[in-house]
């Protein structure tokens, strides 16, 4: 029993160290997916007033266009179920506004968001189907910029560019609808410089769609399988049960009861007796009483008619029981 525990818990082991790199196995691989959402900018109202007052302007009134749509390609590797390395390209979409001065003039400033990232990702499992993740990285963001003034407002650079690195960072649920077909839900806040000598965020909500390349079996599956593989080893395995032999029946017969005085003959009346124990179904062990049970003088004459009474009822029941009885 110590033997066959013992070789149970050491199977077990294995077992559990070959499905532990097959589950790590299964959560790595290559992704690739795109996003599409709102973006949101937060201009800078009081900024922008105070720059056209400090070039001759007596007060200004900005109006905002500070909502557009964005969107986003990616790809990355998933080194584990807990980590991975994404990268991708983004388009922020355009954001402007409009300044009225007094004297009368106007500002129409927009500017257009575009650039690379390069992210880590932790993703925390929340099921078999939805996880959260988590992002923070790099992004490397060109802003094109273009103004013109009307009236009292003149402008002197109106097409002016930067290229400029920042971090962002972001949340998102997952959920997969196959192994290999997911859907992304998440926000991201980018820091932005806006080409004119300040920085400011761009926020980007969106939904998209992640496709894992080779994702033919999902992990939570085969994890699973290894799981049910390792409870049916673990499961005592019934013994193999041998079924127990008939115990045949054991009749005790008198030759001296059932033949008559002096006679080796059997007549039908021993056997109607007889009959019985041929007829048992679990066969019969006979043992057939040798005494004679009267003793005449002389012995040697006794003795002979004791055993020839003994044979004559051992081919009796070996004949009627079709030799399932073995006389003794």
Known sequence: MKLARTSGTLGLAALAAVCS?????EDTGWYGGINFGQSSANIDDSRISSRLVAGGATSASVTDDDRDTGYKVFGGYRFNRNFALEGGYFDLGKFGYTATTVPAGTLTGSIKLRGLNLDVVGIVPINEKFSAFGRIGLNHAEARDSFTGTGSVTVTNPNPSKRDTNYKFGLGIQYDFTPSLGMRVEAERYRI???????????????????RFGGQTSAPARRAAAAEAVVAAAAPQPAAVTPAAPVPAKVAVSADVLLDFGNA??????????????ADPRGASLDVITEAG????????????????VEAIKTYLANSAGGRIAAR
């Open 21 to 25: 790199p097959l589950a790590l196995a």
């Open 193 to 211: 410089n806006d080409a004119v000598g300040s920085k400011g965020d761009v926020d980007l909500v969106s939904v998209g769609l992640i496709y």
């Open 265 to 278: 003959t059997v007549q039908p009346v021993d056997m109607q007796a007889l009959d019985k124990p041929a």
């Open 294 to 309: 009267r003793w005449i003088p002389p012995l040697i004459y006794d003795m002979g008619l004791s055993e020839r009474r």
